[in-house]
């Protein structure tokens, strides 16, 4: 049995967490509060500090969510992020092909960004497309000639 510094409720052994205090004899100590405690006192300073714990991690996220998008960036079209972000403006945000914004969501619920469109061959970046267009193209193997024949069949249709 032991007694919690908090509640000064004495409780069995194993309502307290070990300490990563190990004593002279090798046993290792434990905790001043019970398991209660602590988990009570966390709940506190998470309610009171939860702006701050939330505006850190949002920060963190961001910070690394940039430099991942940059490296996956370099590493597969040799563009840096700087580079991403002047086509994005030039082409205001929009698809390179039916000019609207990116409507695919992550599993997360967080829109994705417009795909890096590039010729396969000669590896030149040609634009930023939404997922529907890049696959379009992706579905065509990147052909004019199959492209245009579906041009041309639902231009018979209307």
């Given at each position: 049995m032991k007694k919690c510094?908090?509640?000064g409720e004495i409780k069995p052994k194993t309502e307290f967490s070990k300490s990563s205090y190990i004593?002279?004899?090798?046993?290792?100590?434990?905790?001043?509060?019970?398991?209660?405690?602590?988990?009570?006192q966390i709940q506190e300073?998470?309610?009171?500090n939860y702006g701050y714990v939330k505006t850190?991690?949002?920060?963190?996220?961001?910070?690394?969510?940039?430099?991942?998008?940059?490296?996956?960036?370099k590493n597969r079209?040799?563009?840096?992020?700087?580079?991403?972000?002047e086509l994005l403006e030039k082409q205001g945000g929009l698809c390179a092909i039916c000019g609207q914004p990116e409507t695919a969501?992550?599993?997360?619920?967080?829109?994705?960004?417009?795909?890096?469109?590039?010729?396969?061959?000669t590896e030149e970046i040609r634009g930023l497309l939404c997922q529907k267009c890049n696959k379009l193209l992706g579905d065509a193997g990147d052909s004019c000639?199959?492209?245009?024949?579906?041009?041309?069949?639902?231009?018979?249709?209307?």
């Open positions: 510094s908090k509640c004593r002279k004899d090798g046993i290792q100590s434990l905790r001043r509060w019970c398991k209660k405690c602590t988990y009570e300073w998470n309610h009171k850190r991690k949002k920060k963190y996220f961001r910070n690394h969510k940039e430099q991942h998008k940059g490296s996956m960036l079209y040799g563009i840096s992020l700087e580079v991403y972000n969501k992550h599993q997360t619920g967080v829109t994705r960004s417009l795909g890096v469109d590039h010729n396969h061959i000639n199959i492209l245009h024949k579906a041009y041309l069949y639902l231009s018979k249709i209307r």
